[in-house]
């Protein structure tokens, strides 16, 4: 049987959708009975951000939002969750859970697009299998990975399909459809103004190319002018309007477009100037490539916070390992698409037009391993040109054919491999989600509930309150407040989340006014009459007036919490006047130990010695201040044995039971409210009042 070109792209399409789309139904078969991943029967999502379009989406459907909350209504991604759980008969938690896996898998679509542009669709159905699952894509768009990324990468690819067909045929659908997708793109994610701007940049290289060359460069100079209105800083209605009204004019006022293109392109290039074009560029720019560890805020007092890009995994430097892998799931096939790639770009050169994602790409090598993602269509279509191109040396169909099957699944098999083993857990399991819904019950949309800003987004969703920060709103400043509440004592941390709370909400009423313009440790300072922020500080100790409480505050501590207790206190130790970083407390975390009669290995060379009552530190021995025990007894009451050995020791161990781990600590983390209100349930009783007591979460009430 034989089909048509047509029929065969649809064909190749719905298998290699079906096949992005089942691999990714591998987590759901592996946790399909593990409960804990789930609450009111739905699979809980596995990326903190997703709260925050599932929060804007759920307002859309309700109505309703809280207010100063930011709730994203007016995103994209809410938009279309809200519109597709209005057709469609799911629950909402269903969808949101799987519309990545779904819409993600799309990706296939102009990939096999791109192999007809060069007359190859067997590389494009190749590349449409790799680029699907390959490990970087499948990570942030596998089930549960409820984020923008599931349509990140097909809009430029698109944008790649329609620029190769635009300068191929030089027909003028494609001005307008690269245009529309450019807005598409913004729309979706605001963030695109840099590979926007890259693939402008390639072509207006190959307009100066065609100059020099002397051959005719109109139409390359009108795709330049639609796509330049289409990149406009201006809101995507007016600069939808404006494309397709150029569009009307090109279509029905051919020769008066023609007679003024130039004037055309120059007032594009004007207004993209004018409305902030190259702003967001630099400030990408800025963020990722040109990392700062301190920032310095403020025309007062000039305060110095520790920046929250140093803390991010994905915005650090990768192995190369790691880095090849992510893009096309083993090394070996990574070179592989490299030469694919520079092979298919001799052949056909118009795939240099790949490059802006090639280079985003690879800027992940140094500059983080989230960009990796970029580059996988382009590494793709190179395997899969590769793979076709050496099957071409046999003549043979039937040794051709099972040539290219087998190269193709060898270059799957890590990438499925991956899927298999990435067994990546929800955000919050069961018992924690539990929590925060019970907590909904008791706090009102108008109170806050204080975490860690990784914990924002969840405790928005779940609890429907306030918080102070989350994934979008984390900066240096943001989180000292919060950093300090954490990891100092309880008076201080009381004092400290009321200013905080106070002052958030004083900023929303007073946000125009100049003299109000400042972070709000610098406000506290002014207004308590210091001139020092660490003097301010000091008297947080105190029983300072504070202001007349507006609303409760709740503080949340999760068990999870723990491990990353050295990152949550970096924000807070550090002379916010100049920028010295404070001495770094001794904190060593572990749930690997092997109990022995005369010692406890605690792993990385630490133990604690039974018989002196000492803890070795490779070759040093130092005394121990306490040796607590904490464990829940028959009834679920938190129980704390305390053996204090040297009162004049600053080292603390503390051994959770029924966690199964140890905890090497200094006084000034075993003294911290986090400590004291989370693993010893130890709460000054005029300052904090228990709300909600599990082992995998806490609740506490502010009460000053």
């Known amino acids: ?159 790649l399909w329609s620029l190769i067909w635009a300068l191929k045929t030089q027909e003028e659908k494609y001005l307008i459809i690269t245009a529309l997708d450019i807005i598409a793109y913004r729309w ?107 920032s310095v805020v403020g025309e007062d007092l000039k305060l110095h916070y520790y920046t929250v890009m140093q803390t991010i995994r994905e915005a650090g430097q990768i192995p190369f390992e790691t880095f090849a892998n992510r893009i096309s799931g083993h090394s070996i096939t990574f070179f592989v698409g490299v030469i694919g790639y520079i092979w298919l770009v001799i052949r056909y050169p118009i795939m240099l037009l790949g490059l802006p994602l090639v280079g985003l790409g690879f800027l992940a090598y140094s500059g983080g391993l989230r960009f990796t993602i970029y580059a996988v ?43 298999i083993e990435y067994r990546v857990p929800t955000v919050f ?22 975490g860690w800003w990784d914990y924002g987004y969840p405790i928005r969703y779940y609890s429907d309150t306030k918080t102070l920060s989350d994934g979008g709103k984390h900066s240096g400043a943001i989180n000292f407040p919060t950093s300090f509440a954490l990891t100092k004592s309880q008076k201080e941390s009381a004092n400290m989340l009321r200013l905080d709370v106070e002052y958030t909400e004083q900023s929303f009423i007073v946000e125009n006014d100049k003299d109000r313009n400042r972070t709000n440790i610098a406000n506290m300072t002014l207004d308590y009459n210091f001139k020092d922020t660490n003097d301010f500080l000091e008297s947080l100790k105190t029983d300072i007036k504070l202001p007349q409480s507006s609303r409760d505050i709740y503080l949340y501590l999760p068990n999870r919490m723990i491990d990353i207790y050295p990152t949550i206190n970096l924000f807070s130790n550090i002379n916010l006047m100049n920028g010295e970083k404070g001495k770094q407390p001794f904190f060593y975390f572990t749930k690997k130990f092997k109990d022995y009669d005369t010692l406890i290995d605690l792993g990385n060379d630490i133990k604690v010695m039974k018989i002196t009552g000492e803890l070795q530190v490779g070759n040093q021995l130092v005394s121990i201040n306490n040796f607590v025990k904490v464990y829940y007894d028959s009834t679920g009451k938190l129980q704390k044995e305390v053996q204090t050995i040297n009162d004049d020791s600053t080292i603390n161990i503390i051994y959770m039971y029924d966690y199964n781990q140890f905890l090497v600590v200094d006084n000034s983390v075993y003294n911290s409210t986090y400590i004291q209100l989370f693993v010893f349930e130890d709460y000054d009783k005029e300052l904090f009042e228990p709300v909600i007591l599990t082992p995998l979460a806490k609740v506490y009430k502010l009460k000053v």
């Open 429 to 450: 399991n069961k018992a924690e989600v539990e929590v925060l819904d019970k907590l909904k019950s008791i706090a009102k949309r108008e109170d806050y509930v204080v």
């Open 1 to 159: 049987m034989s089909f048509s070109k047509n029929k065969q792209i649809i064909l190749f399409i719905l298998i290699a959708f079906i096949f992005s789309f089942s691999l990714r139904l591998i987590w759901v078969y592996q946790f399909s009975d593990y409960e804990q991943f789930k609450f009111n029967n739905q699979f809980i999502i596995n990326t903190n951000d997703g709260y925050y379009w599932a929060e804007g989406a759920r307002d859309i459907l309700s109505g309703e939002q809280n207010i100063n909350q930011n709730s994203p209504v007016s995103t994209a991604t809410a938009k279309l969750t809200a519109i597709v759980a209005t057709i469609f008969p799911f629950s909402f938690e269903t969808i949101i859970f799987y519309i990545p896996a779904f819409f993600a898998s799309l990706l296939v679509i102009p990939i096999i697009l791109i192999g007809k542009s060069v007359e190859k669709l067997e590389v494009g159905f190749i590349a449409a299998l790799v680029a699907s699952i390959a490990w970087s894509y499948y990570n942030r768009t596998m089930v549960g990975y409820y984020d923008t990324d599931f349509f990140n990468i097909l809009f430029p690819t698109v944008l």
């Open 188 to 294: 979706w994610y605001p963030q695109s103004y840099s590979l926007e701007f890259a693939f402008f940049a390639l072509i207006f290289i190959y307009v100066i190319y065609q100059v020099i060359r002397k051959q005719r460069f109109e139409y390359t100079l009108m795709l330049l002018t639609f796509m330049m209105f289409a990149m406009m800083g201006l809101d995507g209605w007016s600069r939808f309007g404006i494309v397709v009204v150029l569009f009307f004019i090109l279509k029905y006022k051919s020769e008066v477009f023609k007679k003024y293109l130039y004037y055309f392109f120059g007032l594009s290039l004007l207004l993209f100037m004018a409305t902030g074009g190259f702003d967001p560029i630099l400030g990408q720019l800025k963020s990722y490539v040109f990392k700062v560890h301190i």
């Open 377 to 419: 269509p382009i590494m793709a279509l190179g395997v899969g040109f590769f793979i076709y191109e050496i099957a071409n040396f046999f003549k043979q169909s039937v040794v051709k054919h099972s040539i290219i099957a087998i190269l193709t699944i060898l270059a799957l098999v890590p990438n499925i491999n991956h899927i």
